[in-house]
C-alpha cells in the first residue's frame, strides 16, 4: 500500500437485496427511561386532578361569598343574586385583587394561561416556579368567581403542568422528560375538569408536545387516564352537556349547511381572536401601570353584567340550556353580542381565565341563532355543530375540538356534521389568520412557533444512500512533511481536479483499517522536513456507519461540533468507505424542497417520463451525491 492513495467509496445501493434491512432502526425510539416518567405520570395525574377539582370548588366559593354572601362550595352562578349591584361591582373588586396578586406575586399569572404553558415549554426549560402554582389557581378563583367570563381550563392546564413540572424538578430528569411530565399534568387537569381524556391527550399532541413520540404520548395517555378516574368519585362520570340527541340519518343538505356553520363560526373565531388583542392594544396605551388594567376590565364586564348578567361566570347552565335547544332568542342574542364583547375586551386587560369555556357559550350562541333560520334536525343540533366549528376556527386544533365535542356530549351521531364543520372553520381561520389566539401573545414576545408537523427528511434517508466522492487518505507510516508535501503540490496543480481540496484526511494502518485523522490545516503548518509519523499527530476520528439516518450523522456533528465525518463499516477492526460533509446532509433537504414544490405530470406524455427518469433514474437511491470534488 502507498503512503498516499485516493480511497474509492462502495456504493451502497448495488448490494443485494438481503443486506439492506437494517436491525437497529425501527418505526419508533423508545429509551428505556420512558418506563420511569410514564410510571411517574401516574401520581402526576392524580395530583393535577385534585388541583382541578379543588380549582372547580374554589371558584363556586368565591362564587357563594361575593353573590350570595354565604360559605359554601356548591356549584353557584352570578346571575342568581338577588343584588344586581353586585354585578357591576364585584368584577371591579376582582380585578383590582388580580392586579395586586400580580404586581406583587408573579406576572405570570396573566392571561388566560396556554400562551404561559407553551412558553414555559419551548424557552423555559419547563420549569415553573412554585409560586406560580400557587398564585394562577387563586386569581383565576378569583376572576371566574368575581363574575370573570372566562373558564377554568386555562388556569387549570397551567396549573396542572405546574403540578407535573414541580415533581420533575425535584427528580434528576432531562428537559425533554420535564416537558413530558409538564404535558402531562396540563392533560390531566383539563381531563379531570372536563371528563374528556382522549380530548386532552390531542390538545397535548396537537398544541403542547411539539413531537410525536412514545416517550411523550405515553406520560400523558397515562396522566389522563389517572385524573379521569380520580375525577369519577369526585364530580361524576356522567357527560358534562347531554340531551342534543342527533338523529341516525341526516340529509345531505344538511351536510351541505354545515359547511356554512362553519366558515361562519371561522369569521366568529377570527373576529374574536382580534377582539382580543385590539383590546389588549388598547390597554398598551393607557397612561398608568398594568396592574390596574384587570379592574378596568372587570367595570366592562360588570357593564355587560348589567346588561345581560347570565354572560357573567363559567356558564355551564347557559351552554347546557344552549345544547338542548331550551334557549330563548333574547338569551341567545345576548350572549352571542354581550358575552363575546365582555370576554374579549377584559381578556386583553391582562386578567387571569380561559378560553375554552367562553367559546363552548359563544359558539352554542351561534349555532342557536343559526338554528332560528336553517332547517330543524333536533334540538341543539345546530349549537353542537357551531360550537365545534368555533374551536376549530379559534385554537385551530380541530381534532381536539371535534373529540372535545364528543366527549362533552356524547353525542357520536353528530361526528360527521362535527368534522365538516370543524374543518370548514379551520380552514377559513388557517388561511386568513397567521396566529391563533393562543399564540399571538407568544409572537408579540418575539417568539415564533410553528405548528406544522413533518418527518425530517433527514431522518428517512440512510448514509448508504449517498454517492460519496473518493476520498484521499495517508498511511499511518508516512511522515509529517511526506503529507505536507503532497498537500502543497496538490494545491499548486494546474488541473483542479489534480488539487487535493479536502479538509479532512484519513490516516489508514497498513492492513487498510482506521487510525484516525488529520486535517488540511495541521498538515499546512508542519514543516516540509518533519519526520513524525502520522499515526502519532492523527486524533480520533468521528465516525459514522452507513446503514444510519442522517439525522444520527447531523446530531453527530453538532454533538462533536465538526461538519465531517468519516464513513466506516461495522467490523471489528472498521474500513474506510468515505466522507459525508454538511454538503450532503443540505443535498437531501434540497430533495425534500424538491418534492415539495416542483410540478410534474407522472402519467401523460413520454416526454414527461424521460425528463422524471433523469432526475430520478430507475433503481437509484433516493439521495444522490454531488460532484466527485474534494470534501
Excluded at 378560553?355 to 349555532?367: K, Y
Excluded at 466522492?469 to 505536507?484: L, V
Excluded at 482506521?514 to 514543516?527: A, D, F, H, I, N
Aim: proline share 6%; net charge neutral; with cysteine.
Amino acid at each position: 500500500m502507498p503512503w498516499y492513495s485516493p480511497a474509492s467509496t462502495q456504493s451502497a445501493a448495488r448490494r443485494p437485496q438481503a443486506q439492506l434491512k437494517i436491525p437497529h432502526l425501527g418505526d419508533f425510539h423508545v429509551p428505556p427511561r420512558a418506563v420511569l416518567i410514564t410510571s411517574l405520570a401516574i401520581p402526576v395525574g392524580a395530583a393535577a386532578a385534585l388541583v382541578a377539582v379543588g380549582l372547580l370548588k374554589l371558584i363556586a366559593l368565591f362564587t357563594n361569598l361575593c353573590f350570595y354572601g354565604r360559605l359554601s362550595v356548591d356549584s353557584a352562578t352570578p346571575h342568581g343574586t338577588a343584588h344586581s349591584w353586585l354585578l357591576l361591582v364585584m368584577p371591579v373588586v376582582g380585578g383590582l385583587v388580580i392586579g395586586l396578586m400580580a404586581k406583587y406575586g408573579s406576572e405570570k399569572i396573566r392571561g388566560h394561561g396556554m400562551p404561559e404553558a407553551i412558553e414555559s415549554i419551548l424557552i423555559g426549560g419547563s420549569r415553573v416556579q412554585p409560586r406560580v402554582a400557587l398564585l394562577k389557581p387563586t386569581s383565576s378563583a378569583v376572576s371566574i368567581g368575581t363574575g370573570g367570563p372566562f373558564g377554568a381550563e386555562g388556569p387549570i392546564i397551567m396549573t396542572g403542568g405546574a403540578v407535573g413540572s414541580l415533581i420533575a424538578q425535584f427528580l434528576r430528569v432531562t428537559t425533554d422528560e420535564r416537558k413530558a411530565l409538564l404535558v402531562a399534568g396540563s392533560a390531566a387537569g383539563m381531563a379531570a375538569t372536563f371528563n374528556a381524556p382522549l380530548a386532552s391527550i390531542l390538545l397535548a399532541v396537537e398544541l403542547l408536545l411539539f413531537e410525536w413520540r412514545p416517550r411523550s404520548y405515553l406520560p400523558v395517555a397515562v396522566a389522563a387516564v389517572t385524573a379521569t378516574l380520580v375525577r369519577g368519585p369526585l364530580l361524576g362520570t356522567e357527560p358534562l352537556f347531554a340531551g342534543a340527541h342527533v338523529p341516525t340519518h341526516l340529509g345531505l343538505p344538511v351536510y351541505g349547511l354545515c359547511v356554512v356553520a362553519g366558515l361562519t363560526a371561522g369569521l366568529l373565531a377570527l373576529g374574536a381572536t382580534a377582539l382580543v388583542y385590539f383590546s389588549e392594544d388598547l390597554f398598551a396605551k393607557l397612561p398608568f401601570h398594568w396592574s390596574w388594567w384587570p379592574a378596568i376590565g372587570g367595570a366592562i364586564i360588570g357593564v355587560g353584567g348589567l346588561i345581560e348578567p347570565r354572560a357573567l361566570g363559567v356558564g355551564y347552565d347557559v351552554i347546557d340550556q344552549l345544547l338542548t335547544g331550551r334557549a330563548t332568542v333574547g338569551l341567545i342574542i345576548g350572549i352571542l353580542v354581550v358575552k363575546t364583547l365582555i370576554w374579549g375586551l377584559s381578556l386583553g386587560s391582562g386578567t387571569s381565565g380561559g378560553v375554552l369555556a367562553p367559546m363552548f357559550m359563544i359558539g352554542g350562541a351561534l349555532g342557536a341563532a343559526e338554528a332560528l333560520v336553517f332547517p330543524h334536525v333536533s334540538p341543539g343540533f345546530w349549537a353542537l355543530v357551531s360550537l365545534a366549528g368555533v374551536l376549530g376556527g379559534v385554537m385551530r386544533s380541530p381534532l381536539t375540538g371535534i373529540v372535545f365535542c364528543i366527549e362533552l356530549t356524547h353525542e357520536m351521531n353528530a361526528l360527521i356534521p362535527m368534522v365538516i364543520t370543524a374543518s370548514a372553520a379551520y380552514l377559513l381561520s388557517v388561511v386568513l389568520l397567521k396566529r391563533s389566539v393562543l399564540t399571538e401573545k407568544l409572537a408579540r414576545r418575539g417568539m415564533h412557533l410553528s405548528r406544522e408537523y413533518s418527518v425530517d427528511p433527514l431522518e428517512v434517508h440512510l448514509v448508504r444512500q449517498l454517492q460519496i466522492p473518493p476520498a484521499a487518505t495517508f498511511r499511518a507510516d508516512a511522515t509529517a512533511g511526506q503529507a505536507t508535501r503532497a498537500l502543497r503540490e496538490g494545491h499548486d496543480a494546474a488541473d483542479p481536479e489534480q488539487r487535493l481540496a479536502q479538509r479532512l484526511y484519513p490516516v489508514l494502518a497498513a492492513d487498510g483499517t482506521l487510525c484516525g485523522v488529520v486535517t488540511r490545516r495541521q498538515l499546512l503548518r508542519t514543516p516540509a522536513d518533519d519526520p513524525t509519523p502520522l499515526a502519532e499527530l492523527a486524533r480520533p476520528a468521528v465516525t459514522a456507519y452507513d446503514d444510519e439516518t442522517l439525522r444520527t450523522l447531523a446530531n453527530r456533528m453538532a454533538q462533536h461540533e465538526v461538519t465531517r465525518i468519516l464513513i466506516v463499516d461495522r467490523g471489528e477492526r472498521p474500513h474506510l468507505q468515505g466522507i459525508v460533509s454538511l454538503r450532503h446532509l443540505l443535498h437531501a433537504r434540497r430533495v425534500d424542497h424538491h418534492e415539495e414544490h416542483h410540478v410534474e405530470r407522472v402519467l401523460g406524455r413520454r416526454r414527461d417520463r424521460a425528463l422524471t427518469e433523469q432526475l430520478v433514474p430507475a433503481g437509484e437511491p433516493a439521495v444522490a451525491g454531488g460532484a466527485a470534488e474534494g470534501i
